[in-house]
């Protein structure tokens, strides 16, 4: 395994993101209400760069009692990026796509040591 520095943890505030080159890809790494989260910048999809595209909190439906819609919210509990080609969402915390419960980014893990981030590849 190797590490892969990411950035002085001052430089790396929440809602930041850095892209980092690994031996044969890239990885995206993503700070986010106080925790980091790290995928394979490769969507499931067609291999687009998803750690590039937007963030966003997840859409839900809202639905009244009598079963009717009332429009949607947002559910700033749950935070999604969203590749860039094509629009699949991915779910910062577990990379598993909305759309598609079966398809994910996958993970790796990432360190906090001397003031630096790295990630594990
Ligand atoms: S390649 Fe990412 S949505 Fe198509």
């Not at 925790?35 to 999809?45: D, E, R």
């Not at 094509?86 to 994910?104: C, F, I, L, N, Q």
Request: proline share 3%.
């Amino acid at each position: 395994m190797a590490e892969i520095f990411v950035a002085h943890v001052a430089d790396l505030k929440d809602g930041d993101r850095r892209i980092v080159r690994a031996a044969r890809h890239e990885i995206g790494v993503f700070r986010h209400a106080g925790a980091y989260y790290a995928y394979a910048n490769m969507c499931a999809h067609l291999g687009g760069p998803a750690c590039e595209g937007l963030l966003f909190p997840q859409v839900v439906d809202v639905i009244a009692e009598d079963r009717t819609y009332q429009g949607q919210v947002f559910d700033e509990s749950r935070m999604h990026f969203v590749c860039p080609w094509h629009g699949w969402e991915y779910d910062m915390k577990t990379g598993v796509s909305a759309g598609d419960p079966k398809k994910r980014l996958r993970k790796y893990e990432v360190v906090e040591r001397g003031g630096d981030v790295y990630v594990i590849e």
